[in-house]
C-alpha cells in the first residue's frame, strides 16, 4: 500500500514563534495532498488541499497567512504554523491522493500520514 | 445542518456482540463513501469502502441507501480490538470532487 509519513510526530513549542510540519509520500507521487487539523473528540476538519507547483486552496475559516502550505514537489508537501498561540494546539495530519491503474486513474482512497501533535505553551 | 452526521456514542457493547452504526449525510449528489477507523492519537486507516449494493468484508457488513442518505456499519462477534472511533466519511463534490468530508465518528467500546 502506499505510505505517507509525516514530520515531527509532536512538537512543543513556545507561543509566537513558527513550526514547520513535513509531509511526505514515500513510495509513490502525489499531486494533490490535503491537510487536515482535528480537535480533541472532534472529527477531521479538511483546512488546505496542497497542489504540487501551484497555490494551496484553503477551505472557508483558514487563515491562508497563518497556515502557509508548500508542495515543491511531488512528494513533499510542508505545512508551517506562523506566530503559534495556545488555540493553534491540536492533531494535524496530512493525506494523498494516487494515481494508479492503467489509465492512470484517482485511487479512491486517501492515504493518511500518522499525525503530527503540535502544542502551543 | 452538518454535511456528515453520526450518532457519537460511546456504544459499549460486550466480547461477541452485534453492533450497528448509521451516517446520514446531506449532499445528495456525493459519489463515494467510506468507514474508516480511527485508534486514540492515531492516523485514520480505511476500513471499507461502500458500495451501492453493499459489501461485506468478514465480520464487517457496509450499507448504502441513496434513496434516504445514510450508510451503515454492521460489526459481528465484536472482538476487543475493534475498540476505536469510527469514521463514516462521504467524498463530496466540492474542489473538483476531490473533498473528503468527514462525520464526527462513532466511539465503540467492546468489554471484555
Known amino acids: 500500500g502506499a505510505v505517507v509519513s509525516q514530520h515531527p510526530s509532536w512538537v512543543i513549542c513556545k507561543s509566537g514563534t513558527s513550526v514547520k510540519i513535513e509531509c511526505r509520500s514515500l513510495?509513490?507521487?502525489?499531486?494533490?495532498m490535503f491537510w487536515y487539523r482535528q480537535f480533541p473528540k472532534q472529527s477531521l476538519m479538511l483546512m488546505a488541499t496542497s497542489n504540487e507547483g501551484s497555490k494551496a486552496t484553503y477551505e472557508q475559516g483558514v487563515e491562508k497567512d497563518k497556515f502557509l502550505i508548500n508542495h515543491a514537489s511531488l512528494t513533499l508537501s510542508t505545512l508551517t504554523v506562523t506566530s503559534a498561540h495556545p488555540e493553534d494546539s491540536s492533531f494535524y495530519i496530512c493525506?494523498?491522493?494516487?494515481?494508479?491503474?492503467?489509465?492512470?486513474?484517482?485511487?479512491?482512497?486517501?492515504?493518511f500520514g500518522p499525525g503530527t501533535r503540535l502544542t502551543v505553551l | 445542518r452538518k454535511e456528515v452526521e453520526q450518532d457519537p456514542g460511546p456504544f459499549n457493547v460486550p466480547e461477541g456482540a452485534t453492533v450497528a452504526f448509521n451516517c446520514t449525510y446531506s449532499n445528495s449528489a456525493s459519489q463515494s463513501f467510506f468507514w474508516y477507523r480511527q485508534d486514540c492519537r492515531k492516523e485514520p486507516k480505511l476500513l471499507m469502502s461502500?458500495?451501492?449494493s453493499g459489501n461485506e468484508d468478514g465480520r464487517f457488513t457496509a450499507q448504502l441507501n441513496r434513496a434516504s442518505q445514510y450508510i451503515s456499519l454492521l460489526i459481528r462477534d465484536s472482538k476487543l480490538s475493534d475498540s476505536a472511533t469510527y469514521l463514516c466519511?462521504?467524498?463530496?463534490?466540492?474542489?473538483?470532487?476531490?473533498?473528503?468530508?468527514f462525520g464526527p465518528g462513532t466511539r465503540l467500546s467492546v468489554l471484555p
Open positions: 461502500v458500495y451501492s
Open positions: 466519511v462521504v467524498k463530496g463534490v466540492g474542489n473538483y470532487g476531490q473533498n473528503f468530508v
Open positions: 513510495d509513490f507521487q502525489a499531486t494533490t
Open positions: 493525506s494523498a491522493r494516487r494515481r494508479g491503474g492503467l489509465a492512470g486513474e484517482w485511487d479512491n482512497e486517501q492515504f
